[in-house]
Antibody, heavy 121, light 113 residues
Framework: QVQLQESGPGLVKPSQTLSLTCTVS??????????WSWIRQPAGKGLEWIGR???????NYNPSLKSRVTISVDTSKNQFSLKLSSVTAADTAVYYC?????????????WGQGTMVTVSS | QSVLTQPPSVSGAPGQRVTISCTGS?????????VHWYQQLPGTAPKLLIY???NRPSGVPDRFSGSKSGTSASLAITGLQAEDEADYYC?????????????FGGGTKLTVL
């Protein structure tokens, strides 16, 4: 049973870079036809997809965030990471990492518990 | 403004049937992309409820069903229970001139009366 766990600073200053890591346990990040995504949710609002990375290392980003986002994978640590640059208060949200599998027709079938990130000086 | 449109709220009494709509366009649902549905209980991460328009993951009760037609999709919940009170989100994929991305509906809050 694959499990995901987000980690990273809960407070980031405006204009700085937000960095989060998602650790995959119970399975290998580099096996199977999976991709790994970051999704965020501001308080009281809906879900916003940030981007994804395939096991091959190729990435896709939300066009609205593309200029500020980098998603990478570290197979040796079974982790993938998110970097979001030049953050503002609008980036304050709960950030989730999630796995999508071909067997679930690319739906996000496993989610991390989420980590709250506040952008404030 | 979400790419996929859901009603902000729906409600029903225990035992009743409710439906939640998800309206898209020719660049997402209408283009043939799958629709998935998630249930989010307060303070928790979303949970996959329906994938590939109408398939239930193992462990999801058959009270939940999904369908898709044209540029829209629907989630139906029969035999409503108090534990079904949650936020529900549809999700698909959108491909347009502005780029391609995973998209979510704005979410629907289900209240069990």
């Amino acid at each position: 049973q694959v499990q995901l766990q987000e980690s990273g600073p809960g407070l980031v200053k405006p204009s700085q870079t937000l960095s989060l890591t998602c650790t995959v346990s119970g399975g290998s990040i580099s096996s199977g036809s999976y991709y790994w995504s970051w999704i965020r949710q501001p308080a009281g609002k809906g879900l916003e997809w940030i981007g994804r990375i395939y096991t091959s290392g190729s990435t896709n980003y939300n066009p609205s965030l593309k200029s500020r986002v980098t998603i990478s994978v570290d197979t040796s640590k079974n982790q993938f990471s998110l970097k979001l640059s030049s953050v503002t208060a609008a980036d304050t949200a709960v950030y989730y990492c999630a796995e999508a599998t071909a067997s679930a027709r690319d739906a996000f079938d496993i989610w991390g518990q989420g980590t709250m990130v506040t952008v404030s000086s | 403004q979400s790419v996929l449109t859901q009603p902000p709220s729906v409600s029903g009494a225990p035992g009743q049937r409710v439906t939640i709509s998800c309206t898209g366009s020719s660049s997402n649902i209408g283009a043939g992309y799958d629709v998935h549905w998630y249930q989010q209980l307060p303070g928790t991460a979303p949970k996959l409820l329906i994938y590939g328009n109408s398939n239930r993951p193992s462990g999801v009760p058959d009270r939940f069903s999904g369908s898709k037609s044209g540029t829209s999709a629907s989630l139906a919940i029969t035999g409503l229970q108090a534990e079904d009170e949650a936020d529900y989100y549809c999700q698909s994929y959108d491909s347009s001139l502005s780029g391609s991305r995973v998209v979510f509906g704005g979410g629907t809050k289900l209240t069990v009366l």
